[in-house]
């Protein structure tokens, strides 16, 4: 299967993890680092899904932190892909918490 004939499950990818102890930062939130980890993972599944094999993040075009997220959330990242090209693939990822 080419990935233009892929179907759309296969441009999608979500994580849903628990925000434990060890995530937070002095606050007692969700450290950022550990959200950008989960988006990039995020993107990756829906990267290497449509593609069919290996993908690497080349870089972020934005971030934008509106709100905290305390530890004991449930924290969803959901990745979808936008736009392909011939070497490249433009992925938004949304951020849920609950």
Same mark, same amino acid.
């Given at each position: 299967?080419?990935?233009?004939?892929?179907?759309?499950?296969?441009? +999608?990818?979500?994580?849903?993890?628990?925000?434990?102890?060890?995530?937070?930062?002095?606050?007692?939130? !969700?450290?950022?680092?550990? !959200?950008?980890? !989960? +988006?990039?993972?995020?993107?990756?599944?829906?990267?290497?899904?449509?593609?069919?094999?290996?993908?690497?993040?080349?870089?972020?075009?934005?971030?934008?932190?509106?709100?905290?997220?305390?530890?004991?959330? !449930?924290?969803?990242?959901?990745?979808?892909?936008?736009?392909?090209?011939?070497?490249?693939? +433009?992925?938004? +990822?949304?951020?849920?918490?609950?």
């Amino acid at each position: 299967m080419t990935p233009e004939s892929r179907p759309m499950s296969y441009s +999608v990818g979500q994580i849903t993890t628990f925000v434990m102890p060890h995530m937070q930062n002095v606050r007692g939130d !969700l450290f950022g680092g550990e !959200l950008m980890a !989960l +988006v990039d993972q995020a993107a990756a599944v829906a990267a290497i899904r449509h593609a069919g094999g290996p993908a690497v993040t080349a870089s972020i075009e934005r971030v934008d932190f509106r709100e905290r997220i305390p530890v004991g959330a !449930l924290v969803t990242c959901a990745a979808t892909v936008d736009f392909v090209g011939n070497s490249s693939m +433009v992925i938004s +990822v949304e951020v849920y918490s609950e």
